[in-house]
């Protein structure tokens, strides 16, 4: 269970909800009545990128100027 505070982009109100990963929430915003929702992150998304996985990888750079 997972909770987070949204701002509506309008009246600036904000409102605490709560989920479950990858449930999508209805949203209204009681001041302006704007519609919405809100899809929380899958469990797999919130996971720590591997240390041994590279988002970008380099082999054989070289940088040269003139002859050097």
């Known amino acids: 269970m997972a909770t987070k ?10 409102i605490t909800i709560t ?3 990858n449930e999508k929430i209805d949203i209204t ?5 704007l519609k919405g929702f809100y899809r929380f992150p899958s ?3 919130n996971k720590k990128i591997n240390q041994q996985s590279y988002v970008i ?3 054989g750079l070289n940088n040269m ?4």
Request: hydrophobic share 15%; aromatic share 8%; net charge neutral.
């Open 43 to 45: 469990e797999q998304s």
């Open 19 to 21: 989920g479950n990963p």
């Open 29 to 33: 915003y009681s001041n302006c009545n």
């Open 65 to 68: 100027f003139k002859d050097l």
């Open 5 to 14: 505070t949204i701002r509506c982009p309008s009246c600036k109100t904000e």
């Open 57 to 59: 990888e380099v082999k």
